[in-house]
């Protein structure tokens, strides 16, 4: 009997515990589910109300980023050089004075010559003197004129003779175009590599009134010097600059020697007007045919340069 009670009463005890299990299987899905499904339409209802929102947002967003995109500057594009395609030109009219210093000489005959800036500019009658440098990108084009007339007359007593007065007239037209490539391109510095010629022509006549024969004469020398040189354009401060430059030729093409260097001390004025002063010193040893001008011609420069574009 004790057995069989035994065994009813697990054989009870295993329904009953499956009942329970059961029952609490079905109380937690009763208590899970409502939840879950709770937690799902309030998922999904606030998937429709943000929906909503952001369809109703939309338009302002676009409206906001079609307004920024419309009021922002536009952004300089960083480590790419500003856009400098086209041509610029500077012109710089400037007047010399120098002195001139060597030998000159004719037919196989030459004196020394010693000339002050005072001398030069009491018999000076006429003159241009000027520079036009233009530049396209790296590629400068500089371009420098000098032309200067002298004259003077003296009066030559002749004993047992009237009066003989002789007229000296004497030109000097140099003209010197190059052509180069910016080397260095920055803020404070550029330097130019520069190539090209320099043309001489020297003109002189002496008259005598009367007239005095085989003693007028007139004559002129004209010739070509192939260059190289280079210049360094500086920028002290923003009112400041400094320019250095020089070239050297003839190698026996035209003359045996021609070289010059100048400085020159810039004062921004305006943005685009600036001016100058600073020295120049110019030198040229020609020979030929009897023919001999070895001078060095130097003095203080001073002018102003104009930047047209």
């Known amino acids: 009997m004790n057995a069989v009670a035994l065994k009813v009463s697990a054989k009870w005890f295993a329904i009953l515990l499956g009942m329970v299990s059961l029952v609490g299987a079905g109380t937690c899905r009763a208590q899970i ?45 960083v480590g790419l050089p ?17 002195g001139v210093y060597g030998t000159v000489g004719a037919r196989n005959r030459d004196v020394s010559v010693h000339a002050t800036p005072g001398d ?5 009658r006429f003159g241009l003197m000027g520079l036009v440098d233009t530049r396209y990108k790296r590629v400068v084009l500089p371009l420098d004129m000098m032309w200067v ?17 002789a007229k000296l007239k004497g030109s000097e037209f140099i003209l010197t ?5 910016r080397l260095i391109d920055s803020e404070v510095i550029k330097i130019d590599a520069l190539a090209g010629f320099r043309y001489w022509h020297f003109g002189e006549s002496l008259r005598f009134s009367p007239s005095v024969a085989g003693l007028n004469f007139s004559d002129s020398q004209d010739w070509v010097d192939p260059l190289v040189g280079g210049r360094i354009l500086g920028k002290l401060s923003p009112k400041f600059e400094v ?23 810039g004062y921004r004025m305006k943005p685009a007007v600036a001016l100058q002063i600073g ?16 001078v060095a011609t130097h003095g203080p420069v001073m002018g102003v340069t104009i930047t047209l574009k």
């Open 149 to 165: 007339r002298l004259e003077d007359d003296k009066a030559l007593p002749f004993p047992g003779l009237e009066e003989i007065t």
């Open 177 to 181: 175009p190059k052509i180069g490539y």
């Open 279 to 294: 020295y120049r010193y110019l030198d040229v040893n020609y020979r030929s045919g009897g023919t001999i001008i070895d």
């Open 120 to 124: 030069l500019l009491s018999n000076f």
């Open 82 to 98: 500003p856009d400098d395609s086209g041509w610029h030109v500077v012109v710089a009219p400037y007047l010399w004075f120098p």
């Open 33 to 77: 589910t409502p939840s879950k499904r709770s937690s799902d339409a309030l998922a999904s209802n606030n998937t429709h109300e943000n929906v909503a929102t952001a369809a109703a947002s939309a338009p302002v967003v676009a409206d906001q980023a079609i307004a920024s995109d419309a009021e922002a500057p536009a952004v300089p594009q």
């Open 243 to 265: 320019s250095i430059g020089g070239d050297v030729g003839g190698w026996g093409a035209g003359s045996q020697l021609d070289y010059q260097v100048a400085g020159l001390l």
